[in-house]
């Protein structure tokens, strides 16, 4: 399993031009699931997004995680992080889990998101999703868990 965690300041999600999901502050996080992956990765990502600590403190420092300074996290199903553009130029997915397996373990990682007191928005799964976000920082954190 692997995440893509951005900072924000604000991000929304629209599907076919309707507004979805929003969140005022927080994390943006992009998830992709590999093939085999189970709800041992998804704890672990879980886990690490509500622990992350990399939001300043009153001295600067990135020392507080997203449930310290009251943020919200709007996680979006992305297979597309399992894209292999090693051979030509035109990327392969075979990497990425399969929807049916794929779209049970998002909703589990919004869940084990959930359960740490950090609200969670998402998108829709396989949805064509236009997304607009302002970084914050940037601050730009890969997770994964093979």
Request: aromatic share 8%; no cysteine; charged share 25%.
């Given at each position: 399993m692997r995440a893509v965690v951005q900072r924000v300041k604000k991000t929304q999600l629209h599907v076919e031009g309707e507004l979805i999901s929003e969140i005022p502050f927080g994390l943006t996080v992009?998830?992709?699931v590999k093939t085999g992956d189970t709800e041992k990765q998804a704890d672990y990502i879980a886990k690490k997004i509500a622990g992350l600590r990399i939001f300043e403190d009153e001295n600067g420092k990135m020392n507080l995680s997203v449930k310290d300074v009251g943020g919200e996290v709007l996680l979006v199903s992305q297979f597309t992080l399992y894209g292999d553009a090693s051979h030509g130029n035109r990327p392969s997915f075979t990497l990425a889990e399969r929807p049916e397996r794929a779209e049970p373990l998002y909703e589990y990682?919004?869940?084990a998101v959930e359960s740490y007191g950090i609200p969670v928005k998402k998108g829709i799964f396989g949805a064509d999703m236009q997304i607009s976000q302002h970084?914050?920082?940037?601050?730009t954190i890969l997770l994964e868990m093979e």
């Amino acid at each position: 399993m692997r995440a893509v965690v951005q900072r924000v300041k604000k991000t929304q999600l629209h599907v076919e031009g309707e507004l979805i999901s929003e969140i005022p502050f927080g994390l943006t996080v992009f998830l992709g699931v590999k093939t085999g992956d189970t709800e041992k990765q998804a704890d672990y990502i879980a886990k690490k997004i509500a622990g992350l600590r990399i939001f300043e403190d009153e001295n600067g420092k990135m020392n507080l995680s997203v449930k310290d300074v009251g943020g919200e996290v709007l996680l979006v199903s992305q297979f597309t992080l399992y894209g292999d553009a090693s051979h030509g130029n035109r990327p392969s997915f075979t990497l990425a889990e399969r929807p049916e397996r794929a779209e049970p373990l998002y909703e589990y990682t919004v869940k084990a998101v959930e359960s740490y007191g950090i609200p969670v928005k998402k998108g829709i799964f396989g949805a064509d999703m236009q997304i607009s976000q302002h970084y914050d920082g940037p601050v730009t954190i890969l997770l994964e868990m093979e």
